[in-house]
């Protein structure tokens, strides 16, 4: 199990994040993009190498955000707009392992699954800072495109901020 804690920069240009392990250590950054047409979000490691980039396509029906990896998109999450007393996100990616996140967003308590197995968990529920939250990745998953995936949700879920 890898936990990471994520923590919105309060005071930057553009929508920015630190995300530390376990052990408190930096691990990656997400520097979101200013002075960009669409929603665009970088995920970088601590030396400054793209992970991961992250951009929200305009003509989409709803929120939709594309994640690429070296030039190739990995994945689509898009908000589910017709659910009924909650909020419920798609991670749609190449076959048939699509992630599902439901929970309550706005309280930041909610989880990933796939076929019905929780692959991990985001709770703001040990941290007092406003825009920090704990997320839970079990083994054997892909972190970053979980993490992605979370910033994704944050950031519609929260964009007013």
Known sequence: ???????????????????????GRERFFVD???FTLRNTLVLEDMHGRELAHIQQRIL????????????KVVALVKKQLFT???CRFT????????????GSFFDYEYEFTRGG???????KRFFSFSDTYGVEIADGEDAVLLLAA????????????
Not at 150 to 161: N, P
């Open 91 to 102: 991670v749609d990616v190449p076959g048939p392992d699509d992630l599902e996140a439901q």
């Open 60 to 71: 989409a029906w709803g929120p939709t955000f594309e994640i690429a990896r070296e030039g």
């Open 150 to 161: 979370t910033v994704v949700i944050d950031q519609c879920c929260h964009e007013k901020r």
């Open 1 to 23: 199990m890898e936990r990471f804690q994520l923590r919105q920069k309060i005071f930057s240009f553009g929508d920015d994040y630190v995300v530390k392990d376990q052990t």
């Open 32 to 34: 979101g993009k200013i």
């Open 117 to 123: 197995r929780r692959v991990a968990e985001v709770s």
């Open 84 to 86: 009924l007393f909650r």
